[in-house]
């Protein structure tokens, strides 16, 4: 059975038992960078790098969203670098999930349906912020209609959590977690002819990109926590 829990930047988590793993909800968020900034006061994410990183997918809000065009409220053209630095300020022990455990989570997920009683679930925890809270609703009512066209019935809560029709993820080709590839299947208006499913293998970046990388306009990330 799924627990839900609040992290550091307000946002829903899912634990998965069987896997001793806490899982962010949704793809890491812009508003959720913004906690990180003012938070650190790291003069390296100052407002011009804040412009330069959002410039090719600009900063919405959740009323701004439309079906199949929500990318902007997630945090895109990051650095692999600038990741880590956020998952430090996150707390002890989260970090970026290898290919392995993102298939895994998908997996796992996959065999749990869709239902409003789980966005119910997670829109009622306490310490939630409120900002979370309006984004996770909102975007549930928009992806599902986007994602029963697409997927019919076929529709499970890695798909609530938009780990597919999201943004393509960042993650760690193996444990020795010094390169990096992407999982995930962005939606179909931010990058129609990305795909990159269980079962397909993660999309490879070339050598360039698989040390500190390159900032990529598709790629955002999701965080994970071993507990």
Request: charged share 25%; proline share 7%.
């Amino acid at each position: 059975m799924l627990e839900y829990t609040v992290d550091k930047s307000g946002f829903p988590s899912v634990y998965i038992p069987e896997m001793k793993l806490e899982v962010s909800w949704l793809p890491f968020t812009k508003i959720q960078l913004e906690h990180f900034i003012a938070d650190t006061n790291n003069p390296s994410f100052d407002p011009q790098w804040y412009a330069e990183m959002a410039k090719r997918n600009p900063r919405i809000t959740p009323w701004q969203m439309e079906v199949g065009k929500y990318e902007g409220v997630f945090v895109t053209d990051i650095l692999p670098s600038e990741i880590k630095l956020v998952a430090q300020w996150m707390g002890p022990g989260y970090n970026l999930p290898t290919v392995a455990q993102w298939v895994d989570i998908f997996n796992c997920l996959y065999r749990k349906p869709a239902q409003a009683e789980v966005i119910e679930e997670v829109c009622s925890l306490q310490g939630l912020n409120e900002r979370a809270r309006i984004l996770v609703e909102m975007l549930d009512n928009l992806t599902k209609r986007e994602q029963y066209q697409l997927l019919g019935d076929d529709r499970h809560v890695c798909d609530q959590m938009l780990m597919r029709l999201g943004v393509m993820e960042y993650v760690y080709v193996n444990t020795y977690r010094n390169s990096y590839a992407g999982q995930g299947q962005p939606n179909r208006h931010f990058h129609p002819h990305t795909r990159s499913l269980p079962g397909e293998g993660p999309e490879t970046l070339t050598d360039q990109l698989r040390g500190q990388g390159a900032r990529i306009r598709r790629y955002g990330f999701r965080l994970i926590k071993r507990r």
